[in-house]
């Protein structure tokens, strides 16, 4: 006899005993797949951890050197500047002086201050050597007439100026050969009273 609706009775989608895994199942009954990592993971993942370690401590050593290598430079540059800044205020002339910071003695440094012509690209004491007896000026001016070859110097030569070079060596990372660094400027020529006197 066919059974009502309304009558009491178990629905056919109610399950008639506990769901396999949960509290009160049947331990012998299969229940759900339990999460976890299989050895393959486990080594995979510490491989790329390690491998990403070790590029961070890489990049880390090569921004430590950078900085080192910053530092000493902007150092040396104070002092380059400073020394060049003392010799404009001078007369004199240097040749490869040679000395060292005496409050930093790992910073050395060679100066040279001469007088240099633009025009020639030389140094004046150069220009000096190649005028001697038998150089090329006894030869140019064999061809200028005689009238027109004169001994006398100009007053005042609008290309001569002031050399300042300045070489800078401090202690680099690896200690073996120490850094350079080169600084070099020019300033207009020292003129006396007279040649002062004739620009007027």
């Given at each position: 006899?066919?059974?009502?609706?309304?009558?009491?009775?178990?629905?056919?989608?109610?399950?008639?005993?506990?769901?396999?895994?949960?509290?009160?199942?049947?331990?012998?009954?299969?229940?759900?797949?339990?999460?976890?990592?299989?050895?393959?993971?486990?080594?995979?993942?510490?491989?790329?951890?390690?491998?990403?370690?070790?590029q961070i401590l890489q990049a880390r050593e090569v921004s430590s050197n950078l900085?080192?290598?910053?530092?000493?430079?902007?150092?040396?540059?104070?002092?380059?500047?400073?020394?060049?800044?003392?010799?404009?205020?001078?007369?004199?002339?240097?040749?490869?002086?040679?000395?060292?910071?005496?409050?930093?003695?790992?910073?050395?440094?060679?100066?040279?201050?001469?007088?240099?012509?633009?025009?020639?690209?030389?140094?004046?004491?150069?220009?000096?050597?190649?005028?001697?007896?038998?150089?090329?000026?006894?030869?140019?001016?064999?061809?200028?007439?005689?009238?027109?070859?004169?001994?006398?110097?100009?007053?005042?030569?609008?290309?001569?100026?002031?050399?300042?070079?300045?070489?800078?060596?401090?202690?680099?990372?690896?200690?073996?050969?120490?850094?350079?660094?080169?600084?070099?400027?020019?300033?207009?020529?020292?003129?006396?009273?007279?040649?002062?006197?004739?620009?007027?």
């Amino acid at each position: 006899m066919p059974r009502s609706v309304d009558q009491p009775g178990a629905h056919p989608a109610t399950p008639l005993g506990p769901t396999p895994g949960r509290p009160g199942a049947d331990p012998s009954r299969p229940g759900p797949a339990q999460a976890g990592f299989t050895l393959l993971e486990v080594m995979f993942a510490l491989l790329v951890v390690g491998w990403a370690s070790a590029q961070i401590l890489q990049a880390r050593e090569v921004s430590s050197n950078l900085a080192f290598k910053a530092g000493k430079q902007i150092q040396a540059l104070q002092y380059a500047e400073q020394i060049l800044a003392r010799s404009m205020l001078s007369t004199d002339t240097w040749n490869e002086y040679e000395s060292v910071i005496e409050d930093d003695p790992v910073y050395r440094y060679t100066l040279t201050v001469e007088e240099f012509n633009l025009s020639t690209g030389r140094a004046s004491d150069e220009d000096d050597e190649l005028n001697v007896s038998g150089g090329f000026g006894e030869f140019e001016t064999a061809f200028v007439p005689g009238d027109a070859a004169t001994n006398e110097e100009p007053e005042f030569d609008p290309h001569a100026v002031r050399r300042f070079k300045i070489v800078m060596h401090y202690p680099s990372l690896l200690g073996d050969q120490d850094e350079e660094l080169t600084l070099e400027t020019f300033i207009p020529a020292i003129l006396d009273e007279e040649q002062q006197s004739n620009l007027k």
